[in-house]
């Protein structure tokens, strides 16, 4: 079955880097995209940018362009995520997630997701 | 970028309420529009795609309609395990936005 295990909870500095990791398994890895998505507490769910595993080519949120940086990796099936310049508005759940099944494009597997803890 | 709004954001209702949870794009997305259920602490969880579609396992109580602009989730008769945050999503173009939420609360 379609699996997507992210890496675990990191605690950052103000102005640290974090990275992120999702790794895939139960599917063909370069035959879907994968995206990002960031939930800080207590509020909505941010899409962040897309990833295509295939080729490496990636469209990021305006918000994000100048800090983050989404990478794969074809011989573990993993995607990373890299956000730095850390302030503590970046403290959220990021979560990985990929359109497999659904058509239209809905995201119908998620990681479990990462807490990205950022405090001084 | 297109935005996307949800109403209420907030609802309380009873088990076996009918309960409809509204949409709305900023500009058109034909059906590309999916819904999301996220309970405290866990990953949000597909409910519809493309607007009308039903994901696997999901209850039939649970149906979404619209296009264009205005879309519609309805759950037919509300139980204890539906009481969530629900989330739309446009699919169209990127970036993917989500509208606000909607907290389901018990009455």
Same mark, same amino acid.
């Given at each position: ?120 | ?7 209420? /954001?907030? =609802?309380?209702?009873? #088990?076996?309420? @009918? ?32 607007? /009308?579609? =039903?994901?696997?396992? #999901?209850?039939? @109580?649970?149906?979404?309609?619209g296009s264009g602009t205005d879309f519609t989730l309805t759950i037919s008769s509300l139980q204890p395990e539906d009481f969530a945050t629900y989330y739309c999503q446009q699919s169209h173009s990127t970036p993917r936005t989500f509208g606000q939420g909607t907290k389901v609360e018990i009455k």
């Open positions: 079955q379609v699996q997507l295990v992210q890496s675990g909870a990191e605690v950052k500095k103000p102005g640290a880097s974090v990275r992120v990791s999702c790794k895939a398994s139960g599917y063909t890895f370069t035959n879907y995209y994968m995206h990002w998505v960031r939930q800080a507490p207590g509020q909505g769910l941010e899409w962040m940018g897309i990833i295509n595993p295939s080729d490496g080519r990636t469209t990021y949120a305006q918000k994000f362009q100048a800090r983050v940086t989404m990478t794969r990796d074809t011989s573990t099936s993993t995607v990373y995520l890299d956000l730095i310049y850390l302030r503590s508005e970046d403290t959220a759940v990021y979560y990985c997630a990929s359109p497999i099944a659904a058509a239209g494009g809905g995201f119908d597997n998620w990681g479990q997701g990462t807490l990205v803890t950022v405090s001084s | 970028d297109i935005q996307m709004t949800q109403s209420p /954001s907030s =609802l309380s209702a009873a #088990v076996g309420d @009918r309960v409809a949870i509204t949409c709305r794009a900023s500009q058109t997305i034909s059906i590309y529009l999916n819904w999301y259920q996220q309970k405290p602490g866990k990953a949000p969880k597909l409910l519809i795609y493309a607007a /009308s579609n =039903l994901q696997g396992g #999901v209850p039939s @109580r649970f149906s979404g309609s």
